[in-house]
């Protein structure tokens, strides 16, 4: 079986349970993706299935992508994501859809988290403002960031002012509430990083959910 698929959020709903308490998730569609290739213990020292999502023009295309398309007999796909799988289970072209998970399921959803563009670090790190009154002229500046003459300079990882968002983000936890298998959709509890349209990876884990109690 394999551990993980490829999809896309397509936003959030909320629906009442058998308890009739209301749930608030995120709506993703979650493939249909396809094999594009295999890595075994044999040849490559582990077993994976390469899957395929999303549609892309060819010329878009190196030529080695090209050529791995075409020696994978499929068409070329947007996405291209490694996960851990039975590799004899499956073979290439074959189409895997959200039907590999099933209610109650935990996840991992990595994906990329929105871009804010440059930000200082009150909106970054949540920092305090300084004084307002009595002359106070550093108001939103995040201060002095030096050292005294030992060590005489800044630490690297410094919280500063900087681009903020447009990262990989993983949540880990996830639960899956419900699966519309014929629309390939899938509810997972609570938000994922990135956009409305935006690409999102799942993948089984062992972590527990965070709310076990829903």
């Known amino acids: 079986m394999i551990q993980g698929l490829i999809g896309t ?3 959030m ?3 009442f349970n058998d308890d009739m308490v209301k ?3 995120t709506v993703v569609e979650a493939g249909p993706c396809f094999v594009v290739s295999k890595k075994t213990k044999d040849s490559d020292g582990y077993d994976a299935v390469q899957l395929g999502f999303g549609d892309v023009k060819p010329q878009r295309l190196t030529r080695p992508m090209k050529g791995h398309f075409t020696k994978a007999g499929v068409n070329p796909a947007a996405k291209l994501k490694e996960f851990s799988a039975t ?3 499956y073979e ?3 189409v895997v859809k959200v039907d590999i998970f099933k209610v109650g399921d935990v996840l ?3 994906a990329k988290s929105k871009g804010k563009g440059f930000a200082g670090t009150i909106k970054r790190y949540n920092f305090s403002r300084q004084p307002m009154s009595h002359g106070g002229m550093g108001n939103r500046r995040p201060g002095s960031i030096g050292q005294a003459s030992s060590p005489a300079k800044v630490w690297k990882g410094l919280k500063m002012p900087g681009r903020m968002g447009g990262k990989n983000v ?3 936890g996830v639960k899956v509430v419900d699966i519309d298998v014929e629309k390939n959709l899938l509810f997972v509890k609570g938000s994922v990083p990135g956009p409305v349209g935006g690409t999102v990876f799942l ?7 965070k709310d076990a109690s829903s």
């Open 87 to 89: 590799v004899d289970d």
């Open 92 to 94: 290439m072209g074959d």
């Open 23 to 25: 749930v608030v998730t």
């Open 170 to 172: 993983t949540v880990q």
């Open 203 to 209: 993948q089984h884990t062992s972590k527990e959910a």
């Open 108 to 110: 991992d959803v990595t």
């Open 9 to 11: 959020k397509r936003g």
């Open 13 to 15: 709903t909320e629906f």
